[in-house]
């Protein structure tokens, strides 16, 4: 009888370690993988055309994919840890420009964040602070509801109207996890003003459509999502130009433009709603409307700088010659001076998601030093060798990357990660064609627009996510109706090559 107590006192502990040590290894196995392949890549022999600290990226690479694919650790701690990676794998490595030497950590540091000094994290920055203003001021709301207001009460028309709203906030906010935060919870109060249930099938589209809408339009604008202001950045670093904001709206616009209306097919075709009128709606919408009062002061000087902002942005290189990161932080900057005051550095603060700001740094480093350490080309002569892309024309090329790079989406779950690590690729693979006549900025850019595409799966953007998380429509459906969303994307990525972008020469 006596010794039974002390045995359960000595098994319990063990049993309780047990259990501790195959729930640590279930939470980070995704960790593990990537240590692992680390390891495993650079235990490989350095191949002769490489060198080491091409060699030492490739492992580094490997370590990211995977830690972005699996959201093993956080995107911010996981930037900083492949920081350290590069400042000592390749402080260690022998110096590219001359192999006697080592790089060292100090030189391989500052490469590691050499993607802070990118106009185009200012940008991205500069974008959250605009952001967080809608949000504090209400003024993005404002305008979401007035759209809704003038729209109608038919379902048809409540959706064409979300499909406005965001294309609308899309310049407006040049964030796309701040404009679905801000949508979302309009689109709720739309489904209970119209006394429909959070499980119809009426509300299912509308989120959908609310959060498709935001995806679709990050790549018909370029300041409406990060991963763009990436491309941009290593198409700057690669070819010492860029895309100005108009440029990429004439080049991108039709896609968004069409694909809209593709959206608008394929929800209220796929998802029927169980109603085709919504009575009660417009006074639904006109009590939120009332709810907010009139438009305060702050939201009157806010809407002037964005508007003032856009005209800046759209008349980038032919009225003036200021880029869009001038123009955009020079817009923040007012936003703090006293006498405009629309936020303070305090209220502004703790609405910045700084790790998006570190990832995005990061992220460009990364690149651009597969780039200096030709890992990327190195890479990319194996992509075109065992895809056949030497002498292929430009839509087999253009097709042939675009699915690429749609399949290996499904394992991230952030766009800017993803373009982090394929764009600097995707860039040596376009270098390294020999097919004559290709445009390797335009073609960079069309590839970009696929990058974009978080239709299929919910992790495959944090808006999604955001937009999930209200349990108004299941993963089976969101995978069913984004499927045929991809495909569609996929034709008009391929459509615009073969006219539209041939007859503006960016193919």
């Keep these: 009888m006596s010794t039974q107590p002390a045995l359960q006192v000595v098994a319990t502990p063990a049993t309780n370690s047990s259990k501790s040590e195959r729930t640590w290894f279930a939470a980070n196995w995704g960790l593990l993988a990537a240590i692992a392949a680390l390891v495993v890549v650079l235990l490989l022999p350095t191949p002769a055309n490489l060198p080491v600290a091409g060699h030492r990226m490739l492992a580094i690479l490997a370590f990211a994919v995977i830690i972005w694919m699996t959201e093993a650790i956080d995107y911010a701690v996981s930037a900083i840890v492949i920081a350290a990676l590069m400042a000592f794998l390749l402080g260690l490595a022998p110096s590219v420009a001359n192999p006697k030497v080592l790089m060292g950590t100090s030189a391989a540091l500052t490469l590691a964040f050499s993607g802070f000094t990118s106009t185009g994290l200012v940008l991205v920055a500069a974008a959250l602070f605009l952001a967080a203003a809608m949000t504090q001021t209400g003024l993005d709301k404002r305008i979401a509801l007035n759209i809704l207001a003038r729209v109608g009460t038919e379902t048809r028309n409540v959706v064409i109207g979300t499909i406005l709203v965001g294309i609308v906030i899309a310049f407006m906010v040049p964030s796309t996890t701040a404009r679905v935060a801000c949508l979302v919870p309009i689109t709720l109060g739309m489904i209970a003003a119209f006394g429909v249930s959070r499980t119809s099938t009426f509300a299912a589209m509308l989120m959908m459509v609310t959060v498709q809408t ?151 480093s990364l690149g651009t030093a597969l780039l200096q350490t030709k890992a990327a080309t190195w890479l990319a002569d194996i992509v075109v060798l065992e895809f056949g892309l030497k002498n292929a024309t430009a839509l087999f090329i253009l097709g042939t990357m675009s699915l690429f790079l749609v399949i290996i989406h499904l394992g991230f779950a952030s766009a800017t990660a993803l373009a982090s690590a394929m764009i600097p690729i995707v860039i040596a693979v376009l270098k390294g064609v020999a097919t004559p006549g290709i445009n390797v900025i335009g073609m960079t850019m069309l590839l970009q627009f696929v990058v974009s595409f978080g239709f299929i799966l919910v992790v495959n953007a944090p808006q999604n996510m955001v937009a999930y998380g209200t349990d108004t429509f299941t993963a089976r459906d969101f995978v069913r109706t984004g499927l045929v969303l991809t495909v569609v994307a996929l034709g008009l990525v391929m459509l615009l090559g073969a006219t539209y972008w041939r007859w503006l020469g960016y193919v």
């Design 214 to 364: 935001a995806s679709i339009w990050n790549v018909g604008i370029k300041t409406a999502a990060a991963q763009n202001m990436i491309a941009i950045g290593f198409i700057e670093k690669a070819f010492n130009q860029t895309i100005t904001w108009l440029e990429w709206l004439i080049a991108a616009a039709p896609f968004g433009i069409a694909m809209s209306i593709a959206l608008y097919f394929v929800m209220t075709r796929m998802m029927k709603p169980e109603v085709t009128s919504v009575p009660g709606g417009a006074e639904g919408i006109k009590k939120s409307l009332a709810d907010l009062g009139p438009m305060k002061t702050s939201e009157k000087k806010l809407l002037a700088i964005s508007l003032t902002l856009i005209a800046f942005w759209a008349t980038e290189g032919v009225l003036h010659k200021f880029d869009t990161s001038t123009t955009t932080i020079t817009a923040v900057a007012l936003m703090f001076m006293p006498g405009i005051g629309i936020m303070t550095w305090k209220e502004a603060q703790p609405k910045i998601p700084w790790g998006t700001v570190i990832l995005f740094g990061v992220g460009i």
